[in-house]
């Protein structure tokens, strides 16, 4: 079974950066960010898939970027000009031979890492 381990959660104030990292034990065609902000459901951040293909929600972009190093099965979301409407659970997902979309449905997950902005 794919294991996924987030880190690099957080409290900021608004306008600060945070740079989460999600470790895979092992390689998949698509990865991806979601977040569940509190009392919301889980929405789709930004995906990449493994010819390094990005695809972002509209509310992150220009301020999220996702990356990986394939090389330590090692996804990055990098965070930008932080907003409290950012505040939330994000989620590292994984899934192999798919679209890859942040609207796609994803099989794997990890526990998760906590996101606070302040305003």
């Known amino acids: 079974q794919v294991q996924l381990v987030e880190s690099g959660g957080g409290s900021v104030q608004a306008g600060g950066s945070l740079r989460l990292s999600c470790a895979a034990s092992?390689?998949?065609?698509?990865m991806a960010w979601f977040r569940q902000p509190p009392g919301k459901g889980r929405e789709g951040v930004a995906s990449?898939?493994?010819?390094?293909?990005?695809n972002y929600a509209d509310s992150v972009k220009g301020r999220f970027t996702i990356s990986k190093d394939n090389a330590k099965n090692t996804l990055y979301l990098q965070m930008n000009s932080l907003k409290h409407e950012d505040t939330g659970r994000y989620y590292c997902?994984?899934?192999?031979?798919?679209?890859?979309?942040?609207?796609?449905?994803?099989?794997?997950w990890g526990q998760g890492t906590q996101v606070t902005v302040s305003s």
């Open positions: 997902g994984g899934d192999y031979g798919m679209a890859c979309r942040v609207t796609s449905t994803f099989r794997n």
């Open positions: 092992e390689s998949m065609f698509c």
């Open positions: 990449i898939d493994s010819r390094l293909t990005t």
